[in-house]
């Protein structure tokens, strides 16, 4: 085969169903493969970003690995946010990129960029390919390093001429890599300690990440397992949302920055932290020295590198959740242990106190319609159908995770730990493309929207009916909330002026728009939104100086939060430390 059929055949031979890219000159040769073949499915983008992001929302929802094809220079270095998106978040991709003839590498040449070096700190691996011999090995082994262990995005830089060169293709059976051989199952020892030590919890709590979706559906159903065993409670980080369901008794929420009073106070004063596939990241820590100061903590992670990193832990486990969640679950039966049913049941009641504050609570409106209400009035109409949510990044993002309840894992794509403006919109697309029967939303702010709007253009196209679902308050909201927090209301450039007609705009795309902006109004015009079998841009006009609550401020530890109802008090909350973090 030419290295281009090696290219399409991987793919197709490692499962792929869809391709997202951008072709330009360094690719033509794989875009000439695909076009005389028909398993494999290529969708046209619109910015090299978007194909990232696409195949981000595709992977997420699937539990697949995600697949990227750009071209050389500027078609790579567009799909660097995307790629470093993915590494945060370990979303498991493979990105091919093409590059100029090996014999001009390093010249200059028209549309050249030195791929491998930009992409090394932001991908998991990455390959230059030189010889057309080593091709399929690559190929296959990307896939590989992409999708085990912690998942993240792997380059391949395939430059023309090894695209025209031919070469023996072989298939993927038996493929590992040669040093990369991830830890499953957790040290017996350190799963004998960790059950010994959650038996003799007084105040323990369950901190969840995105590790246990990554892992699989069998680490959701182990985890909904221990836990009621257990009887202990559960918190989340907002990647790991829909790992436990929502509605259960024993879940206290997202935790973190925008997490609930309940969450964090628990996690603040626990006795016995079970952390399983979350890293311990600044948004759920806050201050570290103030960081569940009177706990031991358990730390589950296929990451060795993230043991220890931030938090230091009394017992870590190495492995992949849903082994080690099976070794507890078995170890805890076998042991026949039980908690202490007074202690955990004093510790319940403590909890009571802080869901009674009701932390979420906001001020109604008859006259405009408050972001929450609106998430809150989705979540409802749509909670009962095959619904998968995306969302940008913002105030909005936050308002999504707190009022709009997840029962399953994989139906929540976000960015997270990137925290990428422009994420929803393409992640709809190829969350729509992997499930084209499913209701696809875009919780989306009117700032963050814009800067992948072109993939409007791609829903059109292939006949997405994605359903951006825009809270538009007319500004980079968290930006002002922030500004309006530290620097004295003095909204530098928050203010977005001149904002599109979102209704012409979807209707330029092909699409559908609605707008509302009457709380009576909403039920109807979304009942509407979800009925239209096409792309739609709704635009839900709220409360423009709505802040997002409960919030930690940065610097802050996990007792110091802010409520809704006291934010007469902000003066005072954060420190001058504080301010860098944000």
């Not at 490692?14 to 690719?27: E, L």
């Not at 369950?206 to 246990?212: A, C, D």
């Not at 930690?552 to 008090?569: F, K, T, V, Y």
């Amino acid at each position: 085969m030419t290295g281009a059929e090696m290219v399409v055949q991987a793919m197709v031979d490692q499962g792929v169903g869809h391709i997202f890219g951008y072709p330009g000159g360094a690719v033509l040769p794989i875009y000439d493969a695909i076009f005389q073949q028909k398993k494999l499915k290529h969708v046209l983008v619109r910015h090299e970003q978007g194909a990232a992001h696409a195949a981000e929302g595709y992977a997420r929802s699937t539990g697949k690995v995600g697949a990227v094809l750009v071209t050389s220079g500027p078609g790579a270095t567009n799909a660097v946010t995307g790629l470093t998106d993915a590494l945060m978040d370990s979303i498991p991709m493979v990105c091919i990129t093409g590059q100029v003839p090996t014999h001009l590498i390093g010249n200059d040449a028209f549309q050249e960029a030195d791929t491998v070096g930009i992409t090394r700190p932001c991908t998991k691996h990455n390959y230059l390919v030189k010889n057309i011999a080593d091709l399929a090995r690559i190929l296959h082994e990307a896939f590989y390093v992409a999708g085990n262990g912690r998942p993240g995005p792997v380059v391949i830089d395939i430059p023309k001429d090894i695209q025209f060169a031919t070469g023996t293709y072989t298939g993927p059976s038996n493929v590992a890599h040669k040093t990369y051989k991830p830890r499953l199952d957790g040290d017996p020892m350190r799963i004998k300690e960790a059950v010994a030590l959650m038996a003799t919890a007084r105040r323990p709590i369950f901190y969840t990440g995105g590790g246990v979706i990554n892992s699989g559906p069998a680490a959701s159903r182990l985890l909904r397992e221990l836990v009621r065993l257990t009887g202990f409670p559960i918190t989340s980080t907002l990647m790991g949302l829909g790992a436990y369901p929502a509605s259960d008794k024993q879940w206290l929420g997202m935790l973190g920055m925008h997490g609930t009073y309940e969450a964090n106070w628990a996690m603040h004063d626990c006795d016995v932290m079970i952390n399983i596939g979350a890293r311990f990241d600044d948004r759920i820590t806050g201050r570290l020295d103030a960081f569940s100061p009177g706990s031991r903590k358990i730390h589950v992670d296929i990451d060795p590198s993230s043991i220890n990193k931030t938090i230091k832990v009394d017992v870590p486990i190495i492995g992949d959740c849903a082994h080690v969640l099976a070794e507890m679950v078995d170890a805890w039966k076998a042991t026949k242990q039980k908690t202490d049913k007074a202690t955990i049941g004093t510790w319940w009641k403590q909890i009571e106190t802080w869901r009674r504050r009701d932390c979420l609570a906001y001020r109604q409106s008859k006259d405009i319609i408050k972001p929450q209400y609106a998430v809150e009035r989705l979540y409802e109409l749509t909670k009962d159908r095959d619904t998968y949510i995306t969302t940008e990044v913002g105030q909005h993002q936050m308002w999504a995770a707190q009022f709009y309840k997840f029962e399953e894992p994989k139906r929540w794509m976000t960015s997270g730990g990137l925290g990428t403006m422009g994420y929803g919109l393409p992640a709809a697309v190829g969350v729509q493309m992997a499930h084209p029967k499913a209701l696809v939303i875009d919780i989306a702010g009117e700032a963050s929207v814009l800067m992948n709007m072109q993939e409007m253009s791609t829903a059109a196209q292939y006949r997405l009916p994605i359903k951006i679902f825009i809270l538009n308050n007319e500004y980079m909201g968290m930006v002002r909330q922030w500004q309006e927090l530290l620097h004295g209301g003095r909204y530098s450039e928050s203010y977005s002026e001149a904002l599109p007609d979102f209704v012409k705009l979807a209707e330029a795309y092909h699409a559908v728009g609605i707008r509302c902006s009457n709380p009576a109004d909403l039920d109807d015009a979304i009942k509407e939104m979800i009925n239209v079998d096409k792309p739609v841009i709704f635009d839900c006009l709220v409360d423009k100086m709505e802040n997002c609550f409960p919030m930690i401020p940065s610097g802050r530890a996990h007792n110091e939060m802010i409520l809704g109802d006291a934010a007469q008090n902000l003066d005072e909350a954060i420190t001058e430390e504080g301010k860098t973090l944000v």
